[in-house]
């Protein structure tokens, strides 16, 4: 029980100092999802660190039995972070079969990054009630940006591709 109670009193300097920590929002908290499964580093490592100084070879590379390339996967987080950006904008989005197979094909670097701003710009600009009924939907775009990049670290570590020193050992 001391072992308690000195744990307690230890950690009391640390929960004064995250009390006085600006409060958390619903926008910041799905700013701050976004931004660490887009370009800030976090917990591990986002997208864009994920992606930088990928030659063409690297991205079209397939392991022996691998299903997709690190450029397929890239084109498959475009794809649908591209496609919930226009639902949320409320314009249409690109015609989509329901073949999720078509998702993985065509990566553009560029659009990539076009798009990853104004999806962060959109949820900044938005309202707390717009925000309520968004936040499911950012939550699972976060999740579904984090789960492919860490296949995308994955192959790039099978080719030699990857410094360990960017955040993965």
Do not use: C
Not at 113 to 142: C, N, Y
């Amino acid at each position: 029980m001391s072992a308690l109670a000195v744990l307690l009193f230890l950690s009391q300097p640390v929960l004064a100092a995250e009390g006085a920590a600006k409060p958390v929002t619903l926008k910041s908290s799905l700013l701050e999802q976004l931004r660490t499964t887009h370009d800030q580093q976090d917990w591990f490592v986002p997208v864009k660190p994920a992606l930088e100084g990928v030659t063409p070879a690297q991205a079209s590379w397939k392991p022996q039995g691998g299903d997709h390339s690190i450029g397929q996967l890239a084109n498959h987080l475009l794809f649908w972070n591209s496609q919930n950006l226009a639902k949320f904008k409320k314009v249409a989005p690109a015609k989509f079969d329901g073949n999720n197979d078509e998702t993985f094909n065509a990566f553009d670097q560029a659009k990539w990054d076009e798009v990853r701003a104004k999806l962060e710009t959109l949820v900044a600009a938005a309202d707390e009630k717009t925000l309520q009924s968004w936040a499911p939907t950012l939550g699972r775009i976060a999740t579904h940006n984090a789960y492919h990049t860490g296949q995308i670290l994955v192959l790039r570590k099978m080719q030699g591709a990857w410094d360990p020193a960017k955040g993965v050992k």
